[in-house]
């Protein structure tokens, strides 16, 4: 059966930082690309970064650009996304994807889901 498994989601103040793990079992992640989407309320679930399978590359949308970073450990079977410069229109529940392709548009791309973690960004 196959899992991933979000965590490192809280609350945090504007400014701050938090670093998302998705933690995979019964499959291997080194096979998969890898997504990030996010769900604020009221609104659709969005793609914000995705990592590919074999040479690493990244992609990010322009909301968060040059303030998350998305990598992996494969030895570990983790994807890790590193928020920093926190604002509150980042406030969503965030959700890891494994699957064939690296986009952060089309999420029918995407196989398995994780069960998604809160991220709270408020003073």
């Known amino acids: 059966q196959v899992q991933l498994v979000e965590s490192g989601g809280g609350l945090v103040q504007p400014g701050g930082s938090l670093r998302l793990s998705c933690v995979a079992s019964g499959i291997s992640l080194d096979y998969y690309a890898i997504g990030w989407f996010r769900q604020a309320p009221g609104k659709e679930r969005e793609g914000i970064a995705a990592?590919?399978?074999?040479?690493?590359?990244?992609y990010y949308a322009d909301s968060v650009k040059g303030r998350f970073t998305c990598s992996r450990d494969d030895a570990k079977n983790t994807v890790y996304l590193t928020m920093n410069s926190l604002k509150p229109e980042d406030t969503a529940v965030y959700y890891c994807a494994a699957g064939a392709v690296p986009t952060i548009g089309d999420q029918g791309w995407y196989d398995y889901w994780g069960q998604g973690t809160q991220v709270t960004v408020s003073s």
């Open positions: 990592i590919s399978s074999r040479t690493d590359r990244t």
